[in-house]
């Protein structure tokens, strides 16, 4: 099993940053990707970015390319979400996702992922 905690969420104008962290406990040697999911009110669950554990290849959606940036700590087993010029329609609960599954191609389908975090709320004032 693999516990995922996130932190860093909270309210922020647009325009600001905010950097949210995922710290992952566990039998984390079983992660091979790690991405950020997130939910608006009324909408599904997307993809918004991802890493590879071994190879540290990132994926962007593309709403976020350019803003946001996810990078790894592998001694801490940590994950950040970099999120620069926010935008109100960035609001949403953020959640981390880790996959064990050495075979997965895709890193944008939610139900790959094998553990998930308890999400953060993140929210954009115009």
């Known amino acids: 099993q693999v516990q995922l905690v996130e932190s860093g969420g909270g309210l922020v104008q647009a325009g600001g940053s905010l950097r949210l962290s995922c710290a992952a406990s566990g039998r984390t040697f079983s992660m091979y990707v790690m991405s950020w999911f997130r939910q608006a009110p009324g909408k599904e669950r997307e993809f918004v970015v991802g890493?590879?554990?071994?190879?540290?290849?990132?994926y962007y959606a593309d709403s976020v390319k350019g803003r946001f940036t996810i990078s790894s700590n592998y001694a801490k087993n940590t994950v950040y979400l970099q999120m620069n010029s926010l935008k109100p329609e960035d609001t949403a609960v953020y959640y981390c996702?880790?996959?064990?599954?050495?075979?997965?191609?895709?890193?944008?389908?939610?139900?790959?992922?094998?553990?998930w975090g308890q999400g953060t709320q993140v929210t954009v004032s115009s």
């Open positions: 890493i590879r554990w071994n190879s540290a290849n990132t």
């Open positions: 996702a880790a996959d064990a599954n050495p075979s997965t191609v895709s890193v944008t389908q939610r139900s790959d992922y094998d553990y």
